[in-house]
């Protein structure tokens, strides 16, 4: 269970739209209002609609309206930020005079009416987006806790008594049942044991896990991290339960507890944003642009054997979460393996004249764009494996340690192992362990510009294809 959509996303995306709204208006109003003036009129004249275009925009980050909760109050959100919005206007126009820069009079009747406008109509669209998040609670950050002893109990009564926090305890998960860990600690029931939480964080959307045990317990602290860490959430340890006193500076804090950091989830709830936007745009113009080679190779499949043209597959894709991924048919119907239980090898019988091109060119991977649109593969990430592919005759989870931390992001159509010469045959686990180990590094160095680098490999890659059978 994702979401894409939290307070961090719909402030970026309110702050984006004020930029151009605001800007934009500024911009008009600022050239209409110095029209007649000297070149040195209009570039001050741009100076200014941009200067009042951030200060508008900090002021109102200052009265936190770009809170989404802000937003459910249409009325009072709406009045607040007009207000504020013409109150800046006013005073940076009274300045600009101050400065030589000689407005119109109707530089006003443009910008108040103008950016009221604007206000209202930005405002009641926000409102409309996430009034329904708010009051069902989406927008909360949901918090699981490990531990159930006192050092829980601490944590739970420290975020319950902290001001202006948002959250939802959702449970504790501890091994121990007995005096020790009880079945709840105030409202917040346990929910299982720790190894529950695997399972519980991909049924539900889990935003933070809280160890809550004292730092000094290191041998117990280090198995239940060690059991957690393949998890795509934040990760903290409760500073609460640390004899050690670090630096302010080392905790990050929720409310007045603090924690310390040990794990972050791969991307943020904003690189998340971005990346799925992006990834879903260039899928759809890759489909535009590819739809004649798509119906080629679609024809030329139908034309050597009987049965559909896609081949589905069930395979993992992010948090383990099965996924039903789309290839061209590569294998004769009454031949195929939809659980990769026995890997595809060179010469095998099973893979049809054409398969064998489209598998050798990586043609049979083109289906898979539409996985992209639907949400459920990146462009660029690990490769999704089949839920019973084999290395050396052992399942990949069974022979590469932290298999599943490749996970903590969504699979994709190529990879940082495929540019790297990792694709195809998976036989021995020199070969799995490799295409894990630049899955991990892939995650850990994630960036947009490194999801573009890849997308640009990835041809060249394709070129030198002794590995794809």
Same mark, same amino acid.
């Given at each position: 269970?994702?979401?894409?959509?939290?307070?961090?996303?719909?402030?970026?995306?309110?702050?984006?739209?004020?930029?151009?709204?605001?800007?934009?208006?500024?911009?008009?109003?600022?050239?209409?209002?110095?029209?007649?003036?000297?070149?040195?009129?209009?570039?001050?004249?741009?100076?200014?609609?941009?200067?009042?275009?951030?200060?508008?925009?900090?002021?109102?980050?200052?009265?936190?309206?770009?809170?989404?909760?802000?937003?459910?109050?249409?009325?009072?959100?709406?009045?607040?930020?007009?207000?504020?919005?013409?109150?800046?206007?006013?005073?940076?126009?009274?300045?600009?005079?101050?400065?030589?820069?000689?407005?119109?009079?109707?530089?006003?009747?443009?910008?108040?009416?103008?950016?009221?406008?604007?206000?209202?109509?930005?405002?009641?669209?926000?409102?409309?987006?996430? %009034?329904?998040?708010?009051?069902?609670?989406?927008? %909360?950050?949901?918090?699981?806790?490990?531990?159930?002893?006192?050092?829980?109990?601490?944590?739970?009564?420290?975020?319950?008594?902290?001001?202006?926090?948002?959250?939802?305890?959702?449970?504790?998960?501890?091994?121990?049942?007995?005096?020790?860990?009880?079945?709840?600690?105030? %409202?917040?029931?346990?929910?299982?044991?720790?190894?529950?939480?695997?399972?519980?964080?991909?049924?539900?959307?889990?935003?933070?896990?809280?160890?809550?045990?004292?730092?000094?317990?290191?041998?117990?602290?280090?198995?239940?991290?060690?059991?957690?860490?393949?998890?795509?959430?934040?990760?903290?340890?409760?500073?609460?339960?640390?004899?050690?006193?670090?630096?302010?500076?080392?905790?990050?804090?929720?409310?007045?507890?603090?924690?310390?950091?040990?794990?972050? %989830?791969?991307?943020?709830?904003?690189?998340?944003?971005?990346?799925?936007?992006?990834?879903?745009?260039?899928?759809?113009?890759?489909?535009?642009?590819?739809?004649?080679?798509?119906?080629?190779?679609?024809?030329?499949?139908?034309?050597?054997? +009987?049965?559909?043209?896609?081949?589905?597959?069930?395979?993992?894709?992010?948090?383990?979460?099965?996924?039903?991924?789309?290839?061209?048919?590569?294998?004769?119907?009454?031949?195929?393996?939809?659980?990769?239980? +026995?890997?595809?090898? +060179?010469?095998?019988?099973?893979?049809?004249?054409?398969?064998?091109?489209?598998? +050798?060119?990586?043609?049979?991977?083109?289906?898979?764009?539409?996985?992209?649109?639907?949400?459920?593969?990146?462009?660029?990430?690990?490769?999704?494996?089949?839920?019973?592919?084999?290395?050396?005759?052992?399942?990949?989870?069974?022979?590469?340690?932290?298999?599943?931390?490749?996970?903590?992001?969504?699979?994709?159509?190529?990879?940082?192992?495929?540019?790297?010469?990792?694709?195809?045959?998976?036989?021995?686990?020199?070969?799995?362990?490799?295409?894990?180990?630049?899955?991990?590094?892939?995650?850990?160095?994630?960036?947009?510009?490194?999801?573009?680098?890849?997308?640009?490999?990835?041809?060249?890659?394709?070129?030198?294809?002794?590995?794809?059978?």
């Amino acid at each position: 269970m994702r979401r894409n959509l939290n307070d961090e996303v719909g402030k970026r995306l309110l702050k984006g739209l004020d930029l151009a709204g605001l800007g934009g208006l500024s911009l008009v109003a600022s050239f209409l209002a110095v029209r007649g003036g000297d070149g040195a009129d209009a570039v001050l004249a741009g100076f200014f609609a941009l200067a009042l275009t951030f200060l508008c925009m900090i002021i109102l980050r200052g009265l936190d309206l770009y809170e989404a909760r802000k937003q459910v109050h249409l009325g009072s959100s709406i009045i607040k930020s007009i207000t504020a919005v013409a109150i800046v206007g006013l005073a940076a126009a009274l300045c600009a005079r101050l400065i030589g820069l000689q407005f119109e009079e109707g530089w006003a009747r443009l910008w108040l009416p103008g950016s009221a406008a604007y206000i209202m109509l930005s405002r009641l669209l926000a409102w409309a987006l996430v %009034r329904r998040d708010v009051h069902s609670g989406a927008l %909360r950050q949901r918090i699981a806790i490990v531990g159930g002893g006192k050092a829980a109990e601490d944590a739970i009564t420290t975020l319950e008594n902290s001001k202006g926090l948002d959250i939802e305890i959702l449970g504790l998960f501890d091994d121990r049942f007995d005096n020790r860990s009880p079945a709840s600690i105030h %409202r917040v029931k346990k929910l299982g044991k720790i190894a529950d939480l695997d399972a519980y964080a991909r049924a539900n959307a889990v935003d933070l896990v809280i160890v809550a045990i004292p730092i000094s317990a290191e041998q117990r602290l280090l198995q239940i991290l060690k059991r957690i860490w393949e998890l795509p959430v934040d990760i903290r340890v409760s500073g609460q339960a640390a004899k050690l006193r670090l630096s302010r500076s080392a905790y990050h804090h929720l409310g007045d507890l603090p924690l310390l950091p040990l794990f972050d %989830r791969p991307l943020s709830h904003w690189n998340e944003f971005t990346k799925d936007v992006l990834d879903r745009f260039v899928a759809l113009i890759a489909i535009l642009l590819l739809s004649p080679v798509l119906a080629l190779v679609a024809l030329a499949v139908r034309l050597e054997s +009987k049965g559909p043209i896609i081949f589905k597959q069930k395979r993992f894709g992010f948090n383990n979460e099965l996924i039903e991924v789309y290839k061209f048919r590569s294998m004769y119907v009454d031949k195929s393996d939809a659980t990769a239980a +026995k890997l595809v090898t +060179k010469g095998d019988p099973r893979v049809t004249r054409v398969g064998r091109i489209i598998r +050798k060119t990586s043609l049979d991977e083109l289906p898979q764009l539409f996985n992209v649109l639907k949400g459920q593969l990146s462009l660029v990430g690990p490769r999704p494996h089949a839920t019973q592919a084999k290395a050396a005759g052992g399942l990949y989870d069974q022979v590469v340690e932290g298999y599943f931390a490749r996970h903590k992001v969504k699979p994709g159509i190529t990879g940082w192992a495929q540019i790297n010469g990792w694709r195809g045959e998976t036989d021995t686990v020199e070969k799995i362990e490799q295409r894990v180990k630049h899955d991990l590094e892939y995650i850990d160095q994630w960036s947009l510009r490194l999801d573009l680098y890849i997308l640009m490999k990835t041809p060249l890659a394709l070129l030198k294809s002794e590995n794809a059978y």
